[in-house]
């Protein structure tokens, strides 16, 4: 389906029985979401009252998706969702909303930048030949996955996995910081994909490996698409402005930059924002007339 506008129409397309004698439920509780237009989804979730973003985040979780709508008989047991949405970087950052990154609805998506890499006006060379192969292949690998119980990390695999368990779940500040913070479950997601193509009855080293460099490449997607913004209009413009003043700036140059137009509690703010995402230090030094002064320095791993 291509339709993503509410969590109740997902969770029809899934849904239990409402009883004995409802046979119009799926019998299929597969459902691929093709978005083609993932603005628009930006758009609905804005709204007050949406439905979707708890039921998306509830499916992740592999929860019962269930419409928090009085008198709503919508349930969904055990439902395989999966959404593959395209938007561009402009219209990402002016659509979503810092409402849906604190709440972890986004960063269950993996982000992926992607470009065109050919110009080709009449189309591929994908062949039906090049097509049934690999029909064939993932027929095979369904297969031999639907007789799995539980797939676990072999011994060299656990140990690399104990090995960055540390760097994946480190916290990071910013837009970044929330756009990522699920690494650990996005590399154990693909490295159980990447066993079960492979048709092996562990995760293997290899596939652990070949998770980690699609998780880097999702990571390095979403850092080109956030940058260092913390999402916080006034304490990014004075990062802007320390990053490169290697000894610091003085409160009054703060208040310059935004032209004395700020009240002194939201620089506050903005100045403890960017002491706790580890940007800067404050270090009480002298202005330019010799005067005592705080000044602000940024950390030398931020820049």
Do not use: C
Not at 12 to 41: I, S
Not at 195 to 220: C, F, G
């Amino acid at each position: 389906m291509s339709g993503l506008s509410s969590g109740e129409g997902l969770i029809a397309e899934v849904r239990d029985p409402l009883d004995a004698t409802d046979t119009a439920a799926p019998a299929d509780k597969r459902l691929l979401v093709l978005k083609p237009e993932f603005a628009q989804v930006m758009k609905v979730l804005a709204r007050e009252g949406n439905t979707l973003s708890p039921v998306v985040r509830n499916g992740w979780d592999g929860k019962r998706l269930q419409a928090l709508v009085r008198k709503s008989p919508l349930r969904a047991s055990e439902a395989h969702v999966g959404i593959v949405a395209h938007i561009t970087k402009d219209e990402l950052l002016r659509y979503l909303n810092a409402t849906e990154l604190a709440n972890g609805f986004f960063n269950r998506f993996l982000l992926i930048a992607v470009r065109r890499s050919m110009l080709l006006p009449f189309g591929g060379t994908l062949t039906a030949e090049h097509l049934d192969r690999l029909k064939t292949k993932l027929t095979g690998a369904l297969a031999q996955a639907r007789t799995r119980d539980e797939l676990t990390f072999d011994g060299e695999a656990r140990e690399r996995y104990s090995d960055i368990y540390e760097q994946l779940s480190a916290a990071q500040p910013g837009m970044f910081g929330a756009a990522t913070g699920r690494a650990e479950a996005h590399t154990i997601r693909l490295a159980l994909i990447y066993a079960l193509l492979d048709s092996s009855p562990e995760i293997t080293l290899p596939h652990l490996d070949a998770a980690l460099a699609v998780w880097q490449y999702a990571r390095d997607s979403t850092r080109w698409v956030f940058g260092e913004s913390l999402g916080d209009p006034t304490a990014d413009d004075i990062w802007t402005l320390a990053k490169d003043r290697a000894n610091g700036i003085s409160r009054t140059e703060v208040r310059d930059l935004f032209s004395r137009n700020k009240k002194a509690r939201e620089i506050d703010r903005a100045l403890t924002a960017l002491v706790d995402a580890g940007r800067l230090k404050r270090h009480h030094g002298y202005d330019g007339t010799g005067r005592p002064a705080e000044i602000w320095i940024p950390l030398p791993q931020a820049v």
